[in-house]
């Protein structure tokens, strides 16, 4: 089973920056694909990143594309999510997710709290 911990939530003023950490158990190559999703009080889990193995290929949901980046780093297994000019509507649970053989792996999910 693949096992995903992520790091790197906190408290950000508006207009922070903050990165956020995937740990993967095993190689990326082994998984098709790598996706963070955020989920606010109330409201249901968003696609906000994803990445495929295949290419490197990215795509962002439309709230957050010129602000957010997904990256990743083979040799540390490793999913990056870059978030600069955050917006209390940022604020959510995140969750780092992989894709492998019609599965879906979650981590335990990080706490991004946006608030002056």
């Known amino acids: 089973q693949v096992q995903l911990v992520e790091s790197g939530g906190g408290l950000v003023q508006p207009g922070g920056s903050l990165r956020l950490s995937c740990a993967a158990s095993g190689s990326l190559l082994s998984v098709n694909a790598m996706r963070w999703y955020r989920q606010a009080p109330g409201k249901q889990r968003e696609l906000v990143a994803a990445i495929t193995t295949s290419r490197g290929s990215t795509n962002y949901a439309d709230s957050v594309k010129g602000r957010f980046t997904i990256s990743r780093d083979n040799a540390k297994n490793t999913v990056y999510l870059q978030m600069i000019s955050l917006k209390p509507e940022d604020t959510a649970v995140y969750y780092c997710?992989?894709?492998?053989?019609?599965?879906?792996?979650w981590g335990q999910g990080t706490q991004v709290t946006v608030s002056s």
């Open positions: 997710n992989a894709v492998q053989a019609a599965q879906n792996y």
